[in-house]
């Protein structure tokens, strides 16, 4: 991987239309679940062929065989019923989990999807996972006494899927939370749950937040129990750059150019512009350089334009750094 400002992906991207269909037949019987999952093998090998010639350097599935990010775990745990559809934002819905039960993991979740994704390229691949507090937060409670029990419970089983993924030979595990910044009050609870998964894992280790009031909690942010944090930044204007001007940290930080609300394929210039803003306040050596959040809400053309053209501002400022 690139020592200056290597490039990834938040992970997930938009679906083929052939996926949709086939979960549409699967759920009227007209298909085997096994026809659904090689469809959505192709569909992984189609995203990683992508990133490899956009030159990408640590590299994401796409999240093909998942729908929303939190039932698809809750899917997969013990301890969970999926209620009916519920609003997120805007014109989005999801099936939202309900702990009716002591949650826990009949097996792996994900390991075997990595080690699929990881033996179509040479490049490193993330390990995808949906952080306890977020699982928590985004589902409905009808079975612990308090919510700091769910959390941590949580914490347990989504650490034992790091562990499975690392020892399959994921050197890079991804805990998504964005759910995180949304109660600062409750922001050491959640970096105690998150502290769980990653103790003593040997894999680097990144947490991904988005679309929340940092201000709040930046001093619990820069201090999560992770090596990267993954951040927005495009969708509000680089604004969280002045938070980290005026409070350094040492850890690396991925930082958002693409926003990925917003159908234009942003012009490389206006990339070249934000990247250079965030040498201001950090060594290119500590910083990647990504998309605000998953790309799976874009069509491909415009995932691939966006992409193509982050790439293309990377470069511009690599060669500008001498790091080619």
């Given at each position: 991987?690139?020592?200056?400002?290597?490039?990834?992906?938040?992970?997930?991207?938009?679906?083929?239309?052939?996926?949709?269909?086939?979960?549409?037949?699967?759920?009227?019987?007209?298909?085997?679940?096994?026809?659904?999952?090689?469809?959505?093998?192709?569909?992984?090998?189609?995203?990683?062929?992508?990133?490899?010639?956009?030159?990408?350097?640590?590299?994401?599935?796409?999240?093909?065989?998942?729908?929303?990010?939190?039932?698809?775990?809750?899917?997969?745990?013990?301890?969970?019923?999926?209620?009916?559809?519920?609003?997120?934002?805007?014109?989005?819905?999801?099936?939202k989990p309900v702990?009716?039960?002591?949650?826990?993991?009949?097996?792996?979740?994900?390991?075997?999807?990595?080690?699929?994704?990881?033996?179509?390229?040479?490049?490193?691949?993330?390990?995808?996972?949906?952080?306890?507090?977020?699982?928590?937060?985004?589902?409905?409670?009808?079975?612990?006494?308090?919510?700091?029990?769910?959390?941590?419970?949580?914490?347990?089983?989504?650490?034992?899927?790091?562990?499975?993924?690392?020892?399959?030979?994921?050197?890079?595990?991804?805990?998504?939370?964005?759910?995180?910044?949304?109660?600062?009050?409750?922001?050491?609870?959640?970096?105690?749950?998150?502290?769980?998964?990653?103790?003593?894992?040997?894999?680097?280790?990144?947490?991904?937040?988005?679309?929340?009031?940092?201000?709040?909690?930046?001093?619990?942010?820069?201090?999560?129990?992770?090596?990267?944090?993954?951040?927005?930044?495009a969708n509000a204007?680089?604004?969280?750059?002045?938070?980290?001007?005026?409070?350094?940290?040492?850890?690396?930080?991925?930082?958002?150019?693409?926003?990925?609300?917003?159908?234009?394929?942003?012009?490389?210039?206006?990339?070249?512009?934000?990247?250079?803003?965030?040498?201001?306040?950090?060594?290119?050596?500590?910083?990647?350089?990504?998309?605000?959040?998953?790309?799976?809400?874009?069509?491909?053309?415009?995932?691939?334009?966006?992409?193509?053209?982050?790439m293309a501002a990377?470069?511009?400022?690599?060669?500008?750094?001498?790091?080619?």
């Open positions: 991987m690139r020592s200056v400002l290597p490039t990834t992906s938040v992970g997930s991207f938009p679906k083929p239309d052939y996926i949709t269909r086939a979960r549409t037949a699967l759920a009227q019987g007209k298909i085997s679940p096994g026809e659904l999952q090689e469809l959505e093998l192709k569909a992984v090998a189609h995203w990683v062929r992508i990133q490899e010639e956009l030159d990408m350097d640590l590299l994401v599935d796409g999240e093909m065989y998942r729908g929303d990010m939190v039932t698809y775990f809750s899917e997969h745990m013990e301890g969970f019923a999926i209620s009916g559809l519920v609003r997120s934002y805007g014109n989005r819905y999801y099936r702990a009716v039960g002591p949650v826990g993991r009949r097996s792996a979740i994900t390991v075997e999807w990595w080690k699929h994704t990881q033996a179509l390229t040479k490049r490193p691949v993330k390990g995808m996972l949906t952080g306890p507090y977020t699982i928590a937060d985004w589902s409905f409670n009808e079975y612990y006494n308090t919510r700091e029990e769910f959390i941590m419970d949580l914490a347990r089983l989504v650490r034992e899927e790091a562990r499975d993924l690392e020892r399959a030979g994921a050197k890079y595990i991804q805990i998504d939370e964005p759910a995180v910044s949304t109660r600062p009050e409750e922001m050491d609870l959640a970096s105690r749950a998150l502290g769980v998964v990653t103790k003593g894992l040997g894999a680097f280790t990144v947490t991904h937040m988005c679309y929340g009031d940092f201000a709040k909690v930046f001093d619990q942010l820069t201090a999560l129990p992770v090596d990267m944090l993954d951040l927005e930044m204007g680089y604004a969280l750059l002045e938070l980290f001007r005026g409070h350094p940290t040492d850890k690396y930080v991925s930082m958002g150019v693409l926003d990925v609300h917003d159908h234009r394929v942003e012009p490389v210039e206006e990339i070249v512009a934000g990247i250079r803003r965030g040498l201001e306040v950090f060594r290119p050596e500590r910083l990647f350089i990504d998309p605000d959040c998953g790309l799976k809400t874009r069509t491909e053309e415009e995932t691939v334009g966006k992409l193509r053209n982050m990377v470069g511009r400022v690599r060669g500008e750094l001498g790091g080619g």
